[in-house]
């Protein structure tokens, strides 16, 4: 049983670029949730996504922005990349229809320089 | 507005001795609660969890859980600590009412001292 996969885990750019971090599932489930860590902080929630559409967020600005696809994969999009966006971003997965337990990836390390 | 808080920052510990980390949440509605591990330059690990039922949840590597509904709390407790149990732990509350957001401490990181 895959668990939850992200792509990919280390990443550098510059202030100004845009970056694309991708998630995968684990496998049966159906709703992604993505998390900014900032070094030495606990998670904070980014967005959540199910059936294809954003169903919540937090106080995140519009920069970030996701996607989910059929197969219940997804991506993390930010534009207008800050230096204080360097973090581990981090992709969870549960199933909708009450399951409440997230399931995490490894996190995708980005830092901008 | 919700919070969680965990009251040290580190906890430095003997190898073999009990350990307790410590979380306390405010909250305005019914959660369930949860503790993660993460270990160095890794993700976030499920260790045990509170939904429903018994107050003392058992979870993976000897960890145990207390929740206490009068003091808000759901400390973390394991009676003998490894060398191998150092990493940074985080408490984590889930509002029953908002599709299932986390909102999490800041973190408590271990350290076994051998």
């Known amino acids: 049983d895959a668990g939850v996969t992200q792509s990919p885990t280390h990443l550098i750019k510059t202030r100004g670029q845009q970056v694309t971090l991708r998630c995968s599932p684990k496998?049966?489930?159906?709703?992604v949730s993505w998390y900014q860590q900032a070094l030495g902080q606990g998670p904070q929630f980014i967005f959540q996504?199910?059936?294809?559409?954003?169903?919540q967020r937090g106080n995140f600005p519009d920069r970030f922005s996701g996607h989910q696809f059929p197969n219940y994969s997804s991506e993390l999009n930010v534009n207008a990349l800050l230096l204080g966006d360097s973090a581990l971003y981090l992709c969870a997965s549960r199933l909708q229809g009450g399951q409440v337990t997230q399931y995490f990836g490894p996190g995708t390390r980005l830092l901008v320089l | 507005a919700q919070s969680v808080t965990q009251l040290d920052s580190q906890v430095p510990v003997f190898e073999e001795a009990p350990v307790e980390l410590r979380c306390n949440y405010s909250?305005?509605?019914?959660?369930?609660l949860f503790w993660y591990v993460q270990y160095p330059n890794q993700g976030l690990q499920l260790l045990l969890k509170?939904?429903?039922?018994s107050t003392l949840v058992k979870g993976i590597n000897g960890f145990e859980a207390e929740f206490n509904k009068s003091q808000t709390s759901f400390h973390l407790r394991k009676p003998s600590v490894h060398i191998s149990d150092t990493a940074e732990y985080f408490c984590?509350?889930?509002?029953?009412?908002?599709?299932?957001?986390?909102?999490w401490g800041a973190g408590t990181k271990l350290i076994i001292k051998p």
């Open positions: 496998s049966g489930h159906d709703t």
């Open positions: 909250s305005s509605v019914s959660v369930y």
């Open positions: 509170y939904l429903s039922g």
């Open positions: 984590a509350v889930c509002l029953m009412d908002s599709n299932y957001q986390l909102i």
């Open positions: 996504y199910y059936e294809e559409e954003e169903r």
